[in-house]
């Protein structure tokens, strides 16, 4: 047998591996769904409040030795961190915006 043929061999064995597989991975994965408020006491305000935890990554060094990991956190609901997607967002245009468009759009056309 040779090389080529043990490669083909291999390519076989793992494409069949993968179909076997493949199915399962995409059915087991679940959706997302943030977690029910319940009653607790923030993290960073101190007062009593409806609560939902956030994940974050924490780093520490002490004694030239460094550590990571993830803590999880009880906040409310205004000091819950905020997601990168909701800051990008540019806020809605106004109505002289809008029309200044529609302006420039209807000069285009002619």
């Not at 956190?73 to 200044?100: G, I, M, R, W």
């Amino acid at each position: 047998m040779n090389d080529f043929d043990r490669f083909s061999a291999k390519n076989a064995a793992m494409s069949r591996a993968w179909e076997m597989t493949g199915d399962k991975k995409k059915e087991e994965k679940k959706e997302y769904k943030p977690a029910e408020p319940k009653m607790g006491i923030c993290d960073v305000c101190k007062q009593e409040a409806l609560v939902r935890p956030h994940r974050s990554r924490q780093t520490d060094r002490t004694d030239g030795a460094a550590s990571f990991g993830s803590v999880v956190k009880n906040y409310c609901e205004k000091c819950f961190p905020k997601s990168k997607k909701d800051l990008n967002t540019p806020p809605p245009p106004s109505a002289k915006q809008v029309k200044n468009l529609l302006k420039g759009a209807k000069k285009g056309l002619f």
